[in-house]
Structures are given as structure tokens and as C-alpha cells.
């Protein structure tokens, strides 16, 4: 019974940490098409970020509270700055700006690598996340419970954007149909720019979670790339939901599948599972019923 | 693009980048260079200097650790030079980058041997380094030292190992923990040559010594993801942990260990992977009080460790560290010193003459050792180690006297099965 307890958190907290690098992939993904490699690297500064704080202010907990927002500016300003200098230029061409952001991606791993060195470097865990909490008997880290109830918090806050406010209207509007979004009189170039700045600081926060599980080193962010874009593509591009159900049903998959047999296997038939899903629907589990030809 | 294509788009490249993240393919090339005939040695010692060349990794995921091995190398030849040299030589050094890449390592000391025609070669760390190097060195018959502990199984007359065999860092590791009480062993290693091997030997050597291995797991390289690996090693009910995990994967895997309350004293976890320079990225708080296995610590209390700490720090910084890998490739320069003055001569088949004296000795850093003459590897005196709060790591076990290399674990009856005797 502990067991199960046990794997049941570990795999919704796989799929919570999943679900917080690609919840703003989904965003410029889904709406721009921009396919951007160097999503991982704003995870990359996101995480940089927190360490950062850490060397300034020294106090683990107080610097991870300051870390979340700030790495949000850090992340969404990058990703803004990459928005304005060359994706502006490349809509349509989903090709195109994955080899544009795939060289970006590598130019901030090496800038990372001279500012920082490339040694992985490391984030002090804060006291209360430091050690197990118990939940129904059974042992569980509490950072891993903090990142749960911040991507749920995120996410929450996502989709209330989403769907109440203006700019969340604009936002669906543009994916749903840009050519009519536009005839609409919503300026798709500013609504564009404001979807990349949340979807690249959602990718600064997912950092800062990151750096209390894992190592902080500049090639982190090809760690989470590729699962993110599987949970992005499984779920349904541009669809909050779909991405909610496929990154706990990839988590959940992956550490049943991995407790039967081994970390590699298990990694192999999820990959499999998901190929095998696509090919049944490939639009993922959730789509938008459009009646646009694309 | 319709949602199909853009679909298979990504799905390509996810599995564009699975596969190029697996690295570290076998290499033709080296094969290649296995079968060229060997040229008549062109090393050059009719003026008064030597070259020797140093093949490191200064770019790509392992310079983190050969940057620092590269460094040693330099201070042992500086220090050689202002004593004298070799044979009253100077040595002069030739760098080469290996840069990660094990076809890389192969080709640059191709070039190392045939153009810079060096009298001997220093470097390569991974293993798949050393396995593309051999075949270019015995086709050529010229000499590498390779620095670094590794599964053992192989004994090259053109190469000296100066790190550990299995029988002096894995076994004195495993009688460790025997003599500690613990007897339930859990297994967790990245997936590759090294912790696949080392564990056989460590299934064997239980099988043998009334030890139990109740899990045996590996992740990807690079891996991040513990939680499961950590509730199976929790529920196996296992008395300790044998880590064989690389790089940045020890950080995840000791967060995750400390967050379930596992500590050195409930579940120990012995690594033979860990050393002094790897403890900062890994964290002090996540990883004090457990053990490692080496030949080697930075506090070990020797004059010639005095000095050679002492001299590092006074040349790369204050705050820098020595750990076994470091130590190892300094020796080796030493070493290789010791042989050519025994031989009288540079040349390959004289030095190869030498060591098989078995005499070759050198005062080192880890205390006294010499080079066995029959598999090119030294004799070492394994070391248990426990980190401390400041990141250094404190000697708890030390073997008696060094520990004869035995590569094959020939002396182990129960190996048998791994090296097929």
C-alpha cells in the first residue's frame, strides 16, 4: 500500500514537473507554431536564475520566493527578446524556426557556459523542503509536494487568463483563426508578442523548480526539451487541458512501467504508447473543433 | 503545414535528439588505423628536448573533469623540467583536444604519434576513449598513460593504467561493507560500459560472499528522474547502496534519496564515481557523510601530497581541489620518467623492457607505487573514504599495503564467470 502511495505521488509529480516546462511551450507552440528549441534554455535561465538570487541574498527560502517571480521577467523577457529579433520574421515557417531557435538554443548554453562555468552548479535546498512529508503514512519529499502545488497554481492561474480576461480571448481568438482574428481588429503582432513573453517566463519558473530536484548546469534544458514537446504534441497542440492529462498520464506511465521493469524500458514504451496514440489521433487528446482547412 | 505534418515534424525530432543523446558510437575509424602497417618510430630525441603529447577533453561534457587532468599533467612536466628533465632532456608538451569524442581522442593521436612523433602520450578518461585510442597505439607502437579507474578487463602492452583496476577500488569497497555489517546491496548505475560491468563483478563477489543484491537498476545518462528508483530501494529493504551513477545524475539521485529520509546511517551509499571535484556541483548538504571508494584523497598525509596540494593550489587558485584522476596522471608522468631513465633510452621496446623488471617505482602523492610488469598496471593502496562538511573527504579504511593490479581478477576464484576462464 505504501508502495502504491508512493508511486502514485511520484508519477503525478513527474508529470507536475513535465507539465511545468511545457505548460508555456504549449502557449507559443500552440498558438504561433513556433516550434523553439530554446524553450529548454529559458528553463536553463530560469534555474540560473535561482542560483543567482541564492549567491545574493544567501537565504535559501526567502531567495525562493524572490527566484519565482523574478526568473518569470528573466524567462519572458529572453523570450521576447527572440520574438522581436527573428521569430517576428519566420511565422508560417514552423521549419524554419526550429533550426533558428535549435542554434539559439546552443548559442545561450555557451553563454551560460562562460558566465557560469561549465560544471553543474549547486542550489541550496530551503530548510522546510529539505525533507519528507507524510501523506497518508507515507514518506514523500516536500519539495517535490511545493512543485505539485505550484504547477497547479500555475496552471490555474493559465487558464483562468485563458478564458476570463481580454487578453486571453485575443490569445484563443488568434489560434482559432489568425486571418479572422486579425479582420476582427485584435493586432495579432502585439497579442503574439505578450503570448511569447508569458509562455517563455512560464519556462523561467519551470527553472527555478527544476533547480530543487535536479543539477543546475547549462545543458539542463535539453534534459526537459524533448518531454516537454511530447507532452505538448500528445496532449493536443495549444490545448491547456490536453497538456494536464497527457503530462500526468506520461508520468504515471512512466514510473508504473519503470517499478515493473527498468528506467530504459519503461522510457521506450511510453515512447512507443505515445507513437501508437498519434498514429489513432493525431491531433492528441484534446483538439479544437475548427473550421479552418490547416 | 497542416497539424499532421507539424506533428511528425516533432515527433522526428524528438526521436532525432533520443538517438544522438545515446552518443558515443563505436569507432571505424580507429578500426581503420588498426591495420595500417606501422611505420618505423619517428620520435626525434637527437636534440636536448622531448616531445610528449597530452590528449584531453578541453571541450564538451567531460572537460569539466580532463581540464583538471590536463592541468596536473603540465605541473608534473614543469616540475620534471626545472629538476632537469629526462635524460637530461626537456619535455615539451604537445596538447590536443579530444573534445569529448572518442573518434576524435582516436584521430588526434594518430596526429600525436605519426606528426608531432611524441615519445609518449598522456590523457583519455572515458572508457570508449581508451577502447578508439588502443588499436591506434598498438598499431603504432607507441605509449599512452591513461589516468583514470575503469572496469578492468584489458591489459594493452602499449598502454600503462595508472588509475584503479576492479580489484583496487570495487572489491576493497565490497569487503568494506561486508565488514560493516551490511549485507542486503542495492544496485544503481548510468547506463553504460562502466556500472554494467563493475556490476557483474559486484553480483558475482556477492553470490560468493553470502551477500544479497535485492535491486539492480540503471538510468539513461544525464537522468534526472529518481522517484521510483529511490521507492524500490526503499522497499527492498536493502542495508546500503552501491552508486556507479556519472555526472550531474548523482544530484538528482541524492536529493531524492535525502527527501525520503534516507541518510548515511539508515541506507549508506558507497560511489565510486564521486570525487572531491565532483562534491560542489553535487551539493555538500545532499551527499555529507557518505562514502566513496578511491586510492586517493586530497587530505591523505604524505610529504609528496603535501607538496603536490600545495603546488596545485599555488598555480590554479586557492580554492581549487586534487582528487584521485588528478593524482593519477601526475604520477604517470613520474612514472613514465622513472621508466626511461631505467631503460636509458626513450625508445618503446626498451621502456617495455624496463617495466617488466617489475622496479619501476615512484614515491607518489597516494603513497608508494609500482608498475607490474606483466599487466602494465600499478600496484595501489585502496582507500574508503567519507565526505565531509566542507566537501573534502576523510580516509575511514586503508588497505595494509598496496593491493597488486589484477585487471582479470585471475586471484578470484568466484570471477570466473565474468572473465570467462
Known sequence: MEILISQVFAGLSLGSVLLLAAVGLSLTFGQMGVINMAHGEFIMAGAYTAFTVQQVLGSAGVSLLVSLPLAFLIGGTLGLILEATLLRRMYHRPLDTLLVTFGVSLILQQLARDIFGAPSVDVRLPEFLSGPVMILGTPVPASRVFILVLTVVVVAGLSLLLSKTSLGRRIRAVVQSRDLAEASGISSRRTDALTFFIGSGLAGVAGVAITLIGSTSPTLGTTYIVDAFLVVVAGGIGQIRGAVIAAAGLGLLQVFFEFGTTASIAKVIVLVIVVAFLQIRPQGIVATQTRGLA | MSARTTVSAV?????????????????????????????????????????????????????????????????????????????????????????????????????????????????????????????????????????????????????????????QQIIPALDWMREQGHKKIFLVGSDYVFPRTANRIINAYAQAHDMEIVGEEYVPMGSTEFSTIVNKAMASDADAVFNTLNGDSNVAFFRQYNAVGLDPETMPVMSVSIAEEEVP??????????????????????????????????????????????????????????????AGSFDVAAVQEA???????????????????????????????????????????????????????????????????
Open chain 2, 11 to 167: 515527433l522526428s525530432l524528438v526521436a532525432a535528439l533520443t538517438i544522438t543523446g545515446c552518443g558515443q558510437r563505436y569507432d571505424p575509424q580507429a578500426e581503420a588505423a588498426a591495420e595500417q602497417v606501422p611505420q618505423a618510430s619517428c620520435v626525434d630525441t637527437s636534440g636536448d628536448t622531448v616531445k610528449v603529447g597530452l590528449l584531453n577533453s578541453l571541450s564538451g561534457t567531460m572537460a569539466v573533469s580532463e581540464t583538471t587532468v590536463n592541468r596536473s599533467l603540465n605541473m608534473a612536466i614543469d616540475e620534471i623540467n626545472a629538476d632537469g628533465g629526462v635524460l637530461g632532456k626537456q619535455i615539451e608538451p604537445v596538447t590536443e583536444d579530444g573534445a569529448s569524442e572518442p573518434t576524435i581522442f582516436a584521430e588526434r593521436a594518430g596526429k600525436l604519434i605519426r606528426q608531432d612523433c611524441v615519445a609518449a602520450t598522456f590523457g583519455g578518461w572515458t572508457s570508449a576513449s581508451r577502447k578508439a585510442m588502443l588499436p591506434v597505439f598498438e598499431a603504432q607502437n607507441s605509449l599512452l598513460f591513461y589516468p583514470v579507474q575503469y572496469e578492468g578487463l584489458e591489459a594493452s602492452p602499449n598502454i600503462f593504467y595508472s588509475g584503479a583496476t576492479t580489484n
Open chain 2, 281 to 342: 556541483g553535487i551539493g555538500v548538504d545532499n551527499i555529507q557523510g557518505q562514502y566513496v571508494a578511491w586510492d586517493y584523497y586530497q587530505t591523505i598525509q604524505t610529504p609528496t601530497n603535501d607538496q603536490f596540494v600545495a603546488n596545485f593550489k599555488d598555480r590554479y587558485g586557492q580554492n581549487q581541489v586534487t582528487s584521485d584522476p588528478m593524482e593519477a596522471a601526475y604520477t604517470s608522468v613520474y612514472l613514465w620518467k622513472a621508466m626511461v631513465e631505467e
Open chain 2, 355 to 421: 617495466v617488466d623488471t617489475g622496479e619501476i617505482t615512484y614515491d607518489a602523492p597516494e603513497g608508494e607505487v609500482t608498475v607490474d610488469g606483466e599487466t602494465q598496471h600499478i600496484s595501489k593502496t585502496p582507500r574508503i573514504g567519507q565526505i565531509r562538511d566542507d566537501g573534502l573527504i576523510d580516509t575511514v579504511w586503508e588497505a595494509p599495503e598496496p593491493v597488486v593490479p589484477d585487471p582479470f581478477l585471475e586471484t578470484y576464484p568466484w570471477a570466473d564467470s565474468i572473465t570467462g576462464a
